[in-house]
């Protein structure tokens, strides 16, 4: 594992670790019952700091430019809806009709579809939920209510396929998602429920977004604290 650290990210030498164990088990089960092999693998500090640092999101002021340079009209609907929900992929391609309250403007997240097609419960108890839906989310998923069992009728691997062209994935539009609510001063404790998170714990870990937007309303806050200490002084 060691060796793979030179030349895989440490996501991949993860899988290759759970993979190995697979096989171990298998050996165990069916050939060596002694055979008590269990490879271990965890993130140094320069691995984590790596993975916080890397662009999981657009910043604010290119979402714009981003949605236009989306050619596909499905996939930018799809990726729209993320924007302003924050749910994951296989939670929105599992929306049906009946998820949708048009009269009190919420949305019912209770299963997820996965790229075989199969639809199962959300990833977490707490992936259960009913969320707000703005007028603009709610116009894009009435205009794709169909006879189709699901209103967006794609799957995952197209609307990647026509992300990977401009090089962003699904899961970049809910963290984009967040980085505007913490922009706009909403509670980590509503953004967390609001994505179906378990704990705070889970979205302070992976959404530790510093757009330059929240960056340069810090400057202007820093600006104005030294101002009012200058005036008083005067």
């Known amino acids: ?16 670790k759970t993979v190995f164990n697979i096989f171990f088990k298998f050996i165990k089960a069916y050939y060596v019952p002694t055979f008590n092999i269990n490879l271990e693998f965890t993130l ?31 996939t930018k609907d799809f990726v729209t809806v993320q924007l302003l929900t924050g749910l994951r992929a296989g939670e929105l391609l599992a929306i049906t009709p009946k998820d949708l309250d048009i009269k009190n403007k919420t949305l019912d997240v209770n299963k997820t579809k996965h790229s075989s097609g199969i639809f199962t419960s959300p990833k977490t108890l707490s992936s259960v939920r009913k969320i707000e839906i703005n007028d603009e989310t709610l116009d894009i998923l009435i205009r794709y209510m169909s006879s189709s069992e699901t209103i967006f009728d794609t799957n995952l ?40 998170h378990s704990k705070i714990d889970s979205t302070l870990d992976i959404y530790t977004h510093v757009t330059e937007n929240m960056k340069l309303d810090l400057r202007l806050k820093l600006n104005n604290l030294c101002a009012d200490f200058t005036q008083k002084q005067k």
Do not use: C, W
């Not at 594992?1 to 290759?16: A, D, F, G, M, T």
């Not at 640092?53 to 499905?74: A, G």
């Open 157 to 196: 691997s197209t609307l990647n396929h026509n992300l990977k062209k401009i090089k962003l994935s699904t899961h970049m539009f809910r963290h984009t998602h967040v980085a505007l609510l913490v922009e706009t001063g909403v509670p980590i404790k509503v953004i967390s429920e609001r994505l179906g």
């Open 44 to 74: 140094t500090k320069e691995d984590k700091f790596k993975e916080k640092q890397k662009i999981k999101y657009i910043e604010t002021n290119k979402i714009q430019e981003v949605l236009e340079s989306i050619t596909h009209p499905i």
């Open 1 to 16: 594992l060691n060796q793979y650290r030179e030349s895989y990210s440490p996501k991949n030498v993860r899988l290759i």
